[in-house]
């Protein structure tokens, strides 16, 4: 939320001041957004000409501006649901997806929690309100206080799809505002747990998550979410209208060439493996 | 202007103003001036009628299906939004708000709760200390006490809500759950409070306003009599202003009902059932705010949305209604019909 409203307000600053020059508008995931305002950073100083507007609210909202033609670049942490391809369609609106960084999930701890790993089917437990106590996963004796995001954020769905196996999250669980609100919360709450991209974990830990019994635990970092190995791993999208030409092509073409993808990893995201990169790139 | 004869005035009535009071003529051209600006001030008062009657029609109509559209029904009919159902087969019918689920669940009544909980704490913890500070304000404050006070508290009333939200998420939530030792750290406790912030000035101001316009006479005729200061306000000021006072809360509750910011980051937004003041609360204003930006334009949870709108419009219509009967029979009681 924050986030969102400083953008906006650093936006309506630039709009004021530039008016020439012509328009990039990215909208959506506010896992992506920070990335995205680098990215539109550095990519205006090389062409003073052109003029980004970078601004969050969720892969939902983005995916709507897409869709109602307000944005020419969605920022998505999931891909698209079927409902809103069927309604692109009925709107002529041709998506066109390219993967643009990686994102590990990472399950943030307080720093006081002694638990270090946890296995997908504890996490789903826990999520889904089967594991209320943290004794159960052998912690300390006391209530699981379970913080998410709501349910207009890609995280909250694409965690429910890959860890909860599609099932409801518990009706305890609380919906926060943004992953910085969910690190916050973890971060003053002994008991919490909470989840959301690795970038965004300052003064919280998170554990080491294990696929399951008989596999080794893994600790979300640039080289278990590149190579995989890493259970909850997501690639983050741009979506277009149609395949991106002129000015916007060069922009992708920039974020997934290799200075792009060096940026995204100071900004704590995974850099998509150097293959992955290349066959991305528009031609 | 200048003094012209007055035409009408009726010389054989006493004058107040004694013989050299001025009257000014309203000549036959005048009255074009005038018919105008009547007519323009009618204007903007039926632009604000207008505006909430469109308003009303325009959130209604997205929330009609849900009567009518038989595939909306199934998932999110009215039975559905009010009684509990069965989820799964052989488990108890639960009430519950899943939206974004394999199967839609959109029962209100976890969402009504919440924001029943929600309004009451804040006028539990803004009504005592709105009136109270405003008895002091108008009654025993020193002129220059009265003049820090009340800019102070009408100040607290244009604190932007996200920020009194995010107090509350940041700082209010933490001091909360050290003294106290609750659960839960975002709790509808820790909404309330932040909303009863909120709703103070709106108390307060009100309150304070009917209370110095208590007429002059009433005190003086009370002191005449012997009553001291605080028998004044007590028997006599207070029982007076009480229309103003309820008006001002009747004012509160409908903000704390449809303030959205202050819950949507304070409260935990948790749909659950729970009577408990500890407990997280999602309520309605919340929920519209952090699902409309999603839903998919026309599915039943947008309709269900829209149909949350209206009952928060139905909700503070009736609450001002009440407000206002209530108005009236006090006032009726303790000023006589043609006060």
């Known amino acids: 939320m924050k986030n969102v409203i400083i953008t906006m307000m650093v936006l309506l600053f630039a709009v004021g001041l530039i008016a020439a020059g012509s328009n990039i508008t990215i909208k959506g995931s506010d896992t992506l957004v920070r990335l995205g305002q680098r990215w539109a950073e550095e990519y205006m100083k090389k062409h003073k000409d052109i003029v980004i507007q970078v601004s969050g609210g969720g892969s939902g909202t983005g995916i709507a501006a897409l869709l109602n033609g307000t944005t020419d670049i969605c920022q998505a942490s999931r891909n698209m649901k079927k409902k ?89 669980a609380q919906a926060l505002p943004g992953t910085a609100a969910v690190v916050h919360a973890v971060s003053k709450d002994k008991y919490g747990i909470g989840y959301g991209g690795i970038a965004w974990a300052k003064g919280v830990k998170y554990t080491a998550v294990k696929k399951d019994n008989k596999s080794t635990a893994v600790i979300p970092d640039v080289q278990t979410v590149s190579n995989g190995t890493y259970p909850i791993s997501r690639e983050l999208y741009w979506f277009f209208n149609g395949v991106p030409k002129g000015e916007m092509k060069a922009l992708v073409n920039w974020a997934l060439s290799a200075e792009g993808q060096k940026l995204a990893e100071e900004m704590g995201y995974i850099p998509l493996p150097k293959e992955l990169a290349e066959a991305n790139i528009i031609e | 202007m200048h003094l012209l004869h007055c035409e009408g005035r009726d010389d054989s009535l006493p004058s107040c103003f004694g013989e050299d009071v001025e009257c000014y003529n309203f000549k036959p051209k005048s009255r074009l001036r005038e018919f105008l600006g009547e007519k323009l001030i009618a204007v903007t008062a039926f632009t604000a009628l207008v505006a909430t009657l469109l308003i009303f029609t325009f959130i209604f109509k997205e929330a009609v299906p849900i009567f009518t559209d038989r595939e909306v029904q199934e998932e999110a009919g009215l039975g559905k939004l009010t009684f509990k159902q069965v989820y799964h087969e052989g488990r108890p019918a639960k009430w519950k708000w899943q939206p974004e689920s394999e199967v839609p669940k959109f029962s209100l009544l976890p969402l009504f709760i919440g924001t029943l909980k929600a309004a009451l704490i804040a006028m539990l913890f803004a009504v005592p200390l709105g009136v109270g500070a405003a008895i002091y304000s108008s009654e025993f404050a020193s002129k220059r006490m009265r003049e820090v006070i009340k800019p102070v508290v009408e100040l607290l009333a244009g ?34 409070i932040a909303l009863g912030i909120a709703v103070i000035p709106i108390i307060f101001t009100v309150a304070e306003d009917v209370m110095t316009s208590v007429p002059r006479s009433l005190r003086d005729a009370a002191l005449a009599v012997g009553a001291n200061s605080w028998q004044v306000s007590f028997t006599m000021v207070l029982p007076a202003a009480l229309p103003g006072i309820v008006a001002g809360m009747v004012l509160g509750l409908g903000r704390a009902i449809g303030e959205t910011m202050i819950v949507l980051m304070a409260s935990g937004n948790a749909a659950i059932i729970s009577t408990s003041l500890t407990d997280s609360m999602r309520t309605f204003s919340a929920t519209i705010a952090a699902e409309l930006a999603e839903v998919v334009f026309g599915s039943s949870h947008y309709n269900v949305l829209f149909f949350i709108g209206t009952l928060l419009f139905v909700f503070t219509f009736l609450i001002n209604l009440a407000g206002d009967v209530v108005l009236f029979k006090l006032k009726e009681r303790f000023q006589g019909k043609t006060g």
């Not at chain 1, 998506?95 to 789903?124: C, H, W």
């Open chain 1, 84 to 172: 809103e391809y069927k309604l692109a369609e009925e709107k002529g609106i041709k998506p066109y997806r390219v993967s643009v960084a990686l994102d590990g999930i990472a399950i943030y701890l307080n720093k006081e929690n002694p638990i270090t790993t946890l296995s997908l089917a504890k996490l789903k437990g826990i999520y889904t309100g089967a594991i209320t106590n943290w004794k159960e996963v052998g912690g300390p004796d006391h209530r699981i206080i379970l913080y998410g995001r709501e349910n207009n954020s890609g995280t909250y769905v694409f965690f429910k799809k890959h860890v909860l196996d599609k099932e409801d999250y518990a009706d305890a």
């Open chain 2, 159 to 192: 604190i932007p809500s996200v920020v009194l939200g995010f107090f509350a998420l940041l700082v209010l939530a933490t001091g909360l759950q050290k003294t106290l030792g609750l659960t839960f750290r975002l709790n509808a406790l820790n909404a309330g």
